[in-house]
C-alpha cells in the first residue's frame, strides 16, 4: 500500500466513478432531498456513515463467511441484511437527536436500506478488490477507504446540487420547467460536467 493508491482510490470515487454523477446510483434522494442544503448534507452524512461501516462488515463478512463455505452467491442478500440493519441504527440515532430532521427525511431515510448507492459500493468493493474470491494486498483498507471515499463523493453532489437548486428558487423559470423538469436538467448538466473528469489516466 502506497499513497498513490489511496489518492487513486479517493480521485475515482469522489470525481472520476461519483456514484450519482458517472454510475447514476441513488438518484432518488438526489432528486428529492436536494431542495435544501441542510437536509442534502445529513442525508450526505448518513450515506456516508452507512457506506463506510457497511463496507467494513461486508468485507469481513465475504471474506470470513461467505468465501471459506462457498456461499458467494448469497453476496446481494446478505450485503442487503447488513445495510439494512445500519440504516436502522442511524434512523434511531437521527430521532432521537433530531426529530425536525427525521420528519423532513420522511420515507427517504428508511430507503437507504435499498439504495442502490450503499449496495453498490459493497458490491463494487468485492469486485474491485478480490481476485478469484481472494483479497489482495490491503483490500481490507481500501475497501474501507472507498467506501469514505464514495460517501464524500455522495456528499459533493447533494451539496452542489442542494447550492443550484437553492439559487433557482431565485429565478423565475417558465411555468413548465418548475421543479422536477428543472431539476434534471440541472443534473444532466452536472453528470455531463464531471463526464470530463473520465479523461483522467492513471
Given at each position: 500500500?502506497?499513497?498513490?493508491q489511496f489518492l487513486t482510490i479517493f480521485i475515482s470515487a469522489v470525481f472520476v466513478n461519483n456514484v450519482i454523477l458517472s454510475r447514476f446510483l441513488g438518484l432518488c434522494p438526489f432528486v428529492a432531498i436536494s431542495k435544501d442544503t441542510r437536509q442534502a448534507f445529513a442525508m450526505?452524512?448518513?450515506?456516508?456513515f452507512v457506506t463506510t461501516i457497511s463496507?467494513?462488515?461486508?468485507w469481513l463478512v465475504y471474506r470470513f463467511l461467505l468465501?471459506?463455505?462457498?456461499?458467494?452467491?448469497?453476496?446481494?442478500?446478505v450485503f442487503i441484511l447488513i445495510i439494512a440493519a445500519f440504516v436502522q441504527l442511524v434512523e434511531m440515532i437521527i430521532r432521537k437527536t433530531s426529530p425536525a430532521l427525521y420528519r423532513a427525511f420522511g420515507i427517504y431515510l428508511v430507503l437507504i436500506t435499498t439504495n442502490c448507492a450503499?449496495?453498490?459500493v459493497a458490491v463494487l468493493n468485492i469486485d474491485m478488490f478480490f481476485v478469484n474470491s481472494k483479497a489482495i494486498s490491503g483490500s481490507f483498507i481500501f475497501s474501507i477507504f472507498h467506501g469514505l471515499c464514495v460517501g464524500i463523493g455522495y456528499t459533493l453532489a447533494m451539496l452542489l446540487m442542494s447550492g443550484i437548486r437553492e439559487r433557482l428558487e431565485l429565478c423565475n423559470p417558465p411555468k413548465a420547467?418548475?421543479?422536477?423538469p428543472l431539476a434534471f436538467i440541472v443534473a444532466s448538466i452536472?453528470?455531463?460536467?464531471f463526464m470530463g473528469f473520465s479523461g483522467f489516466k492513471f
Open positions: 500500500m502506497n499513497l498513490g450526505s452524512m448518513a450515506i456516508t463496507s467494513t462488515i461486508t468465501v471459506p463455505f462457498n456461499l458467494t452467491y448469497l453476496r446481494t442478500l450503499v449496495l453498490g420547467l418548475k421543479n422536477l452536472m453528470c455531463l460536467a
